[in-house]
């Protein structure tokens, strides 16, 4: 089991590389920060049994990023899910208060890495961004994808 970062740029390679691992690794929960869960943009790519096997949790507050990461456990045992997928979490609605933010995400970040020590959690992160420092510091391992058509894997191969 891990906690891997991987990043790429453009973002939409690392959040379409997420989806694409959810659906190779099903059933799957889908953290949905980056709002990139749209169905339509990879249909037929990914067919609809595979979609209704992704349990999608839409966000787009910092404050509710952590509490779903609280109960992600639970969901796990839930649903029995293989894997938990997280996208790239930069552009989260915030209170513009520069401490508060950075307390939420190294919380979150520290519940990654403990969902990390029973399960496999891919993260998406941003290079050159602050997420990427967070993912330096608690990811065990960091992946870089080029273009769309690498896949990758939770396990060193």
Known sequence: MALVGLTATPLSVVNFQLIRYA?????AIL???ANAACPHRYYPMINL???QQIYVFELELLHKFRDVLKRVPLYIRNLKVK??????????INYHDEKENNDIYTHCWVLMKKIGQTNDIVVGVAP???QYNYAVRFCDRLETVYGTHRSFSTRDD
């Open 128 to 130: 050159h961004s602050h």
């Open 23 to 27: 659906s190779e690794h099903l059933p």
């Open 49 to 51: 049994s595979a979609m």
């Open 31 to 33: 953290v949905d920060c």
């Open 83 to 92: 894997s938990i997928i997280v996208t790239t979490s930069d552009r989260l």
